[in-house]
Structure formats: C-alpha cells, structure tokens
C-alpha cells in the first residue's frame, strides 16, 4: 500500500478510542500540539504502546481544540464517499477533570494489529 497509508482497518468494541500505527500517530499528536499556545503548553501525548493524550484541564477548557473542525477523514477501500469524525469524539475528562484525548499509540514491534488503525466504542458511539 501507499507508504502512509494502514493495511486495515479494525473495529473494536474492547478498545476505548482511536488506535494509530506509530507514523499516523506522531503526524496526528504533532498537529495537536500546533492547534494553539495553550493546547501546546498543557499537552502530553505518551508516546507508549496504548499511550494517549491529556491536557491538563477539563476539555471544556480548550474550545479551540472543539469548535475550529478539527476532524478525521476517513475513506475506507473501494468507496469513493468519506465520513468526517470529530477529534472531540475522542475525547472525555477522566475522574480527576483533566482532559484525555483517546488517540492511542500503536507500536507495530509488540502487536502485530499495529499496523491497521483500530477504532473503538468511543468512535462506534
């Protein structure tokens, strides 16, 4: 396949968001960190096998990130049509309030489903 592009996609109703093979991952993680100064400053994306993102507030605190259509396309093999998934989707505060974006780390060295994006109920809700 196209050099940036996943073997498969994977529906997972055991896997919270949305999983990326490591090279969607880091493009996705580093445009994140470039939606605004504030968003640049409270975001740690954990670069580990499942590894997802937080801020360190609620997500109700970073309107930027929610209102300016930020967004997947996605276009699956054989269909010339494409759905647009909100990144908000992916995201929820956890029991403390801070801000998790569930755009899990996938590294293809320990799975080997690693190489397709997963999506999971956060993105089947």
Sequence with gaps: GYPNQPQAAILAT???GMGL???LWYQTTNLLYKVDTTIAADLVCDDNNGGICKLNDKCSAYPNLWNNGWSFKIQFTGSSEYLIFPIGALAADDSNGI???YIQYLDDEHYSQSSSVIFGTLFLQ
């Design 99 to 101: 801000c998790s974006i």
């Design 21 to 23: 093979p490591y090279y």
């Design 14 to 16: 055991d896997f919270t």
